[in-house]
């Protein structure tokens, strides 16, 4: 996905974009950025690549190069930014989170005459951040330019921009991602995740609002173009993106996991199907929690079977390559003998996708000794890839677990009956569970349901993005 910070302030503000887009690096591995302007210095940029080694490793050796009043940050999932940007309306640097589905067709639409061109990618791509600021360069000033560029992509685009006389923050067209503001004697922020900033010595003082735009200076900030109405933040911020103390919409990411697995377990003992197990346990690190609340609901004993081996792979998502990132789950997961051999387990995900590396998972607790292992998803089936902000990474909907489960059950048809097989109350939606079991080794499975998990974040569910489980928008 992806993750932006950004600091201006009557001081030297390195050091405060340095660790608060460090703070980020759990949402991207591929890029890293920062760039800075100062009246003397004018701007100063420096992008890296950081598949193998984290941003805070990679860009300590720069901060003696770089000097601002006012300066952003990004840890990118996919191009390098932020970019630095000439037209006619100034130099400005520009960092985008977000995903365009139509890129190819604004490029033929909109740039296809003589004497435009973009800068290929290494995938032939045209990079999004440059798109964006391309479109927002067809209009007479950076407001009126960033809502323009928001009304034409079809998808989903954060956008932080710095000038040389501040920042400005703007909010996707839905709200999809938050963008808060800290506030300090000397400055401001804005950032993704609410405790980069309080480490910092920012306190809280505004979430904008959906396709909001708002400048930061020094001296505060004000809204340029106000919020819309219609807001769907991404559920997957509580359930696996956001880190444990940040805050969105007003609730907390730790808190809400908890509860979801509250819900969970209550939910499923009405139905008479929590089974007899030794222990429940989370899957490390974001499934813990969700294990914690559905243990304490379930009055059984929490406990931890296997550790994650994090000093040399601190990051999940790390590395880019499959086949790597396969090695490297199974190389971090050490078992603690005397919770597994001959012990019945129960295991709580934050969400199961593909489903690869979870059969990884059981074989390994297997081969460890457990006698049972049952799992619980924390959140609904995912029977469509995010078309918004990339949560899941496949090509193709059939590469998700539960699509492809329905393809070998009843093939084309079953595709027709996709809100049946996420329903475990119904005939097709036991086989789906069933099928999943034999085909990953589970002892039984389970899946939060779309309502217990809405019930868990507590926002209004018309604004929150459910389309990866339902596919509406």
């Known amino acids: 996905m992806g993750g932006f910070f950004g600091a201006v302030a009557k001081r030297d503000v390195v050091l405060d974009v340095f660790f608060g887009t460090d703070y980020h690096s759990h949402l991207g591995t591929r890029r890293g950025g920062m760039v800075f302007y100062s009246p003397q210095g004018g701007f100063q940029r420096q992008i890296h690549n950081i598949e193998g080694t984290p941003f805070r490793t990679k860009f300590e050796r720069d901060l003696h190069d770089f000097s601002g009043t006012a300066g952003i940050g990004c840890i990118s999932d996919s191009d390098p930014q932020p970019l630095l940007i000439r037209s006619h309306l100034g130099i400005y640097a520009i960092s985008t989170v977000g995903r365009i589905n139509n890129a190819e067709e604004l490029v033929s639409r909109h740039f296809d005459k003589p004497g435009h061109q973009f800068m290929a990618m290494s995938s032939g791509k045209v990079n999004e951040s440059e798109l964006v600021a391309a479109l927002i360069n067809q209009k007479g000033d950076l407001v009126e330019g960033i809502r323009y560029a928001q009304e034409e992509i079809d998808g989903s685009i954060t956008i932080l921009i710095l000038t040389e006389t501040g920042i400005i923050a703007a909010r996707d067209k839905f709200g999809r991602l938050p963008i808060l503001i800290g506030r300090s004697e000397d400055g401001c922020c804005a950032s993704f995740e609410s405790f980069a900033y309080h480490k910092l010595g920012y306190e809280d003082a505004y979430e904008l609002g959906p396709q909001e735009i708002v400048r930061l200076t020094a001296d505060g900030y004000e809204t340029l173009s106000p919020a819309g109405k219609d807001l769907k933040i991404c559920a997957f911020l509580w359930t696996y993106y956001g880190y444990p103390n940040s805050r969105y919409e007003g609730v907390n990411v730790e808190v809400m996991r908890c509860h979801n697995g509250e819900v969970m377990a209550r939910d499923e003992a009405a ?41 040399t792979w601190p990051r999940s998502f790390m590395p880019a390559n499959q086949e790597m990132r396969n090695q ?72 998700l677990l539960a699509r492809s489960t329905i393809q070998k059950l009843e093939g084309d048809e079953g595709q027709e009956h996709l809100e049946e097989y996420a329903d475990a109350t119904t005939e097709r939606g036991q086989c789906m569970l069933k099928t999943i079991c034999e085909t990953l080794g589970f002892a039984s499975l389970g899946y939060q349901s779309l309502d217990g998990l809405l019930e868990a974040i507590g926002v209004d569910p018309d604004k929150v993005c459910t389309y990866c489980w339902n596919g509406k928008e």
């Open 271 to 311: 139905r008479g199907g929590i089974p007899e197990v030794d222990y429940v346990a989370g899957i490390p690190d974001s499934g813990v929690p969700h294990a914690i609340g559905y243990a304490n609901q379930a009055h059984m004993t929490f406990a931890r079977p296997f550790v994650k081996y994090t000093p």
């Open 328 to 399: 490297v789950a199974k190389m971090k997961q050490i078992p603690v003998p005397e919770l597994i051999e001959g012990k019945r387990l129960l295991f709580v995900d934050d969400s199961i996708v593909r489903g690869t590396q979870l059969r990884e998972t059981v074989e390994f607790l297997y081969d460890s000794g457990a006698k049972e292992v049952h799992m619980r998803s924390a959140c609904p089936p995912i029977m469509y890839g995010c078309k918004y902000l990339n949560f899941s990474r496949s090509n193709s909907d059939m590469d």
